[in-house]
């Protein structure tokens, strides 16, 4: 595991990142567009994603004064979903059956050390720089069981390569070891809970980090060759990636971020040149022993790791945030571009591709991403989703600019690297346990499928008794036998996706229409008209709900007449329409 992100604002001013001036030349040419199908349309009352009552968290409104009208139309906008965007991470068996996930993820600082050898890993600055054993004591160990479970979830497996250039070290009988002894360098501002010995790297003033520290304490140098038996031991035991076996490899996490999660081992920022020859060689010695295995990366963290690196967010941040001597030898260009050229070119030249999935992570800067529930913050996260792909939503936090993710990461794969496909590989909008959460995620798995992204993985896997995991079981088994939404994306268009989204698709297998409704309101109830054109359906259709802390409820089936279908939808709830198809055309 890894505790970050829930609060990454704090962590981005430790890095002298809480200003982001000039990051916006960077952007893609994707000038203001009018709404389309899907997209947000001026409404009658409708708090819009900049309305300053909605950016000074007044009161939420009740929308249940006047009906919202949500159009579908079936024959546009039609684009294939990718299965593969549903995915999670270290999920237990049961939770990827209950999901019907398709993908889990073994990643996080703590798989950036992981020696497979000795089956141990270092927490880095999550908990006091300490490497410890993993379980069973066996080489590979916690990786093979990461896999049997994955496979017993019906889930494939997506493995983190160490490229950091260290993994972890055990002490006599597997004990623990810890980079900043107290012994060794002197008193610090915290120490391990019963282990007075082991530091967290910081002087007692809590300002002064401890340098020069020896990084052979708690790990041992490695390279690509030390790795090379570890994907062997994975081939000979689970089988090349074409008969089933390990078919995605991450190429480490979050590289941007070493100087500061792993410092204890690797204190210099990295840099543009280290991490695309990381790619390279062991990308390179991966597809050396299974050929149709897939390379994931940069994994990068969030805003400021997709345009610098690590080298240059050190120099940013020891120089009033400007500056970018890294960047600015690699002709100006901003990092994950530069990236996507460089294996560009490298294809172009050997006739290999080293890069297969583009992959990001993001998460909300604004507070919504952890688990404050009170009404500014609730809405908020109802907004916040659209940096995942409106160009018109200038982030609310200290990004203070248009992050439009899925569309900014095509954009660069369509200039950089054409072919290339794109993942989300983290993300989290926080609060689990309320419909707060619930609501955000179900808005997301149908941004990812409305905005053609290939591969995504949540961080980490909700607890099955939450109202996020039944929102995600809306999507992939909303009635226990694997049935879920559709796989071929149609427009949906609504008039304010901050509080109420909706998407349709086809569902290929029985050619039934499936609309998932998002009321994200607060209070109230909120009546809805909802009009489907270019669909030959029946007159009803079968009605899922997700609601407060009940469980996913068949509904009685809703009344379609004449396309149109009116119901009252509960504050803060998820709604599923299966509609299946009819003999008539319309």
């Known amino acids: 595991m890894k505790f970050k992100h829930w609060s990454l604002l704090a962590g981005c001013t430790a890095l002298g990142l809480s200003s982001l ?5 960077d952007a893609p040419d994707l000038p203001p567009a009018p709404p389309q199908l899907g997209q947000a349309f001026p409404g009658p009352g409708a708090i819009g994603a900049n309305d300053p009552q909605a950016a000074n968290g007044l009161a939420p409104q009740n929308f249940a004064t006047a009906p919202t009208s949500i159009f579908i139309d079936a024959q546009a906008a039609r684009h294939p979903i990718s299965p593969l965007i549903y995915g999670v991470a270290f999920a237990s068996p049961a939770q990827l059956l209950a ?14 050390r992981y020696n497979w050898k000795d089956n141990s890993s270092n927490r880095a600055n999550d908990w006091y720089y300490v490497s410890l054993p993993e ?27 160490p490229t950091i250039g260290w993994v972890a ?22 120490t391990e809970p019963n282990f007075p ?10 300002k002064t980090k401890i340098t020069g520290n020896d990084p052979n304490d708690a790990n041992q140098p490695v390279g690509v060759e030390y790795q090379r038996p570890f994907i062997q031991h994975l081939t000979d035991k689970w089988g090349k990636s074409a008969g089933g076996g390990v078919r995605y490899y991450l190429m480490d996490n979050e590289p941007s971020l070493w100087h500061e999660t792993h410092r204890d081992a690797h204190p210099a920022g990295d840099t543009m040149d280290e991490y695309r020859n990381d790619v390279i060689n062991y990308g390179a010695m991966v597809k050396s022993i299974d050929p149709g295995a897939k390379i994931l990366g940069p994994e990068e963290w969030g805003w400021p790791g997709y345009f610098w690196s690590g080298a240059d967010l050190v120099y940013r941040g020891a120089h009033n945030y400007a500056g970018q001597p890294d960047r600015d030898a690699h002709g100006g260009m901003a990092f994950f571009p530069w990236l996507l050229t460089q294996m560009r070119d490298y294809e172009k030249k050997t006739g290999h591709r080293m890069l297969d999935v583009a992959t990001l992570h993001i ?18 996260r109802n907004r916040s989703t659209r940096a995942l792909w409106d160009p018109n939503y200038k982030d609310e936090s200290w990004i203070n600019e248009p992050i439009m993710l899925i569309p900014r990461m095509k954009s660069w794969v369509a200039s950089s690297y054409p072919g290339t496909q794109i993942g989300i590989t983290e993300y989290n909008w926080g609060a689990e346990k309320s419909m707060s959460g619930a609501t955000a995620q179900a808005d997301i798995f149908g941004i990812f ?10 961080w980490t896997t909700p607890d099955m008794a939450t109202p996020t995991f039944k929102a995600m079981q809306m999507f992939r088994n909303y009635d226990g036998k694997k049935s879920g939404f559709g796989d071929l994306s149609v427009a949906a268009r609504v008039p304010d996706p901050d509080t109420l ?11 039934a229409l499936t609309i998932m409704v998002i009321n994200k309101s607060l209070t109230g109830s909120t009546p809805v008209s909802l009009s489907v054109s270019h669909f030959a359906g029946g007159a009803s259709a079968q009605a899922w709900q997700l609601a407060g802390t009940e469980p996913i409820t068949r509904l009685p089936d809703a009344s379609v007449s004449g396309g149109t279908l009116a119901a009252a939808l509960p504050a803060q709830s998820v709604t599923l329409y299966v509609i299946p198809k009819g003999a008539m055309p319309r």
């Open 99 to 112: 999901l019907n996930a398709p993908l889990n993820r073994s990643g996080g600082n703590a798989i950036t």
């Open 501 to 511: 989204a909706s998407f349709a698709a086809i569902r290929r297998a029985d050619g």
């Open 363 to 380: 998460y909300p800067q604004g507070g919504d991403g952890g688990d404050d529930i009170s009404p500014k913050i609730e809405m908020l």
């Open 21 to 25: 001036h000039g990051a916006a030349a």
């Open 449 to 458: 499928g409305r905005e053609g992204l290939d591969l995504a993985t949540r």
């Open 197 to 206: 010995d082991i530091g967290n790297g910081i002087k007692p003033d809590g």
């Open 169 to 190: 070290k055990l002490g006599p009988n597997r004990g623990k070891t810890y980079s900043f002894s107290v012994a060794k360098y002197g008193p610090q501002q915290k």
């Open 135 to 161: 379980d069973p004591p066996v080489p590979s160990g916690s990786m093979d069981k990461f896999v049997a479970d994955s496979k017993a979830g019906g889930a494939m497996p997506l493995l983190t390569i």
